[in-house]
């Protein structure tokens, strides 16, 4: 289990920019692929973004692919979600999530341990 800390959630006009973060307590950070998921109301948790333990590989969503960049700083143990162009549908609460399978999966059962979530919110 990793415990993992979100940040930088709020409220943002349409079109405009936000970028979490999430810090992970585990000192062996690198071990684990990091990935993002939202959940909406009324809505499942959907996955968003995935990123690999180096860093050198990513996977989008189709929703969010274009829009949103995910990366990460292991000497700092953080992976950070930067989204761009937010409509509205962008709204949900979005949670990191950690994984120390190496292999890339969107499916949230693949992920053990998770953020409590950041609410953003996207004004039309």
């Known amino acids: 289990q990793v415990h993992l800390v979100e940040s930088g959630g709020g409220l943002v006009q349409a079109g405009g920019s936000l970028r979490l973060s999430c810090t992970a307590s585990?000192?062996?950070?690198?071990?684990?692929?990091m990935g993002w998921f939202r959940q909406a109301p009324g809505k499942e948790r959907e996955f968003v973004a995935e990123i690999n333990r180096s860093g050198g590989r990513t996977y989008y969503s189709d929703s969010v692919k274009g829009r949103f960049t995910i990366s990460r700083d292991n000497a700092k143990n953080t992976v950070y979600l930067q989204m761009n162009i937010l409509p509205p549908e962008d709204t949900a609460v979005y949670y990191c999530a950690a994984s120390s399978s190496t292999t890339p999966s969107s499916g949230s059962a693949a992920f053990g341990s998770w953020g409590q979530g950041t609410q953003v919110t996207v004004s039309s």
């Open positions: 585990e000192r062996t950070f690198s071990n684990y692929r």
